[in-house]
């Protein structure tokens, strides 16, 4: 059967399981960031319409105050993205310990159950939890495989675009959740049959098969495989995995400095979890206000507002198209030998650098854009906050595969996403302020403008930490030598 025989049917069940993958992420993962759109259609449909006032201004005209109304939207998208992000902790533990297909019939149960109430899902990043795994099984191409699911993890929001088109061609709201409830059947059957038991390791073992069709599949437990793999088996090609002395992370498997609490203590992810969540925090807002900033430049024309909230969700769509570069920088030297002493791993953290900093460089940009008042810019500012946001996530998850034991990826993973969420509560007192200062996010956007600089210091940190592991690696060639010259002088 289907990748239970010769090595051409597992590879149809790799390309079959990372293809499936790629649309379930696309079509049903981050639906909830297309909130821009559902926003839209939430207004037409009159959810908190008693909360708009009318209000005479001293010409004596009568218009309509919905800054209230504004506001509650404003709170819904701050509860729902927080869940997202702050449940993936509970979750990440979850499919640590219980593994893929346990933490897969939770993410079905829970996201048929939001969409059967026709409400925001906050379970989809369970599937792209999932999915993630599935670059393990392709090898030099890993971590352009989990930037390209979140990419289209990013991307699924267009789904939200969908239902504002389809809502304006007379489909009712309710209709569209029920339609999303019942294909909830494909998740369940690409968690049977194309999908582990447990985990996928990495690397991928020679007898490893996985999937209900196959009658002797081998589950894996990543914690009990990574112990028991020869040490020499995780070395560079080029030389021996040695351990990074300069880091209380020591990028070395089977130690007691891989524990997962050395891994929450190093400055390795004090640094990363402070560049996740500043980033994200400037594009939550950027989110959350879209709709009443579209409508203050607009001069309340919902024509205008229509076509740049479709122009927004648009250019959403492109994100699984972005995020596959992000990849390609971080796995642009697998196919390079290394250098001599230089472990793969250290390599991966060298080669992430670069991403890191284009990444920071990519938010400073957009938040600038962002900032400037002005309509037509808001086309620049579009593009580059798709190209940022499938950057940040993609590379949060493939700098994490990187920097730390994969038997912590789902608890890491977990915790980074939860404490960002923790910090992207700051967006709701952000929303205040910008009320102070009469609906103008002028000053708001220049304030978290200024935030994002800090998002610069962990690409230098990371670049500062392989420069100190060179130079350590120079000074132990030169003292063997030296002892190699002085042994030969007797």
Known sequence: MLGCKGSSGTGVRYKLTLATGLLECLCFAGVVFGWASLVFVLKTDGYFNDLCINATDASGEVSTDCSLQDENFSLVFTVASFMNNFLTLPNGFFYDHFGTMATRFLAIFLYTTGTLIVALSNKGILFLMTNMQVGNLFGSRRSTIITVYNGAFDSSSVIFLIIKVLYEKGVSLRSSFLFLSACNLIHLLRTLFLMPKSHIPYPIPEDYKYGMSCAKSRSYNVEQYEAERDPSSDRGRGGANEPLETDTLQLTDNSEKDSFRSCVLSWFFLWHLIWLSVMQLRHYFFIGTLNPMLNRLANQDP?????????????????????????????????????????????????????????????????????????????????????????????????????????????????AMSLSAVVSLLQYPCFALNKVFGGDPFCVNIILTVLTLLAFIHPVYVFLHCRELAKQRENSQSISEASIQETSMY
């Open 303 to 415: 024509d205008i507002v229509s076509e740049y909230t479709n122009a927004f969700a648009f250019t959403q769509l492109c994100g699984v198209l972005c995020a596959p570069w992000n990849g390609l920088l971080m796995d642009r030297h697998k196919r390079k030998p290394l250098d001599t002493g230089v472990s793969e791993r250290e390599a991966d953290l060298r080669s992430s650098v670069l991403s890191l900093l284009l990444t920071s460089l990519q938010c400073l940009l957009f938040s600038i854009c962002a900032s400037i008042p002005f309509l037509p810019l808001q086309y620049v500012t579009f593009i580059l906050q798709v190209l940022n946001r499938s950057f940040l996530y993609g590379g949060n998850a493939a700098f994490i595969s990187i920097a730390f034991p994969g038997r912590h990826f789902g608890k890491l993973y977990g915790l």
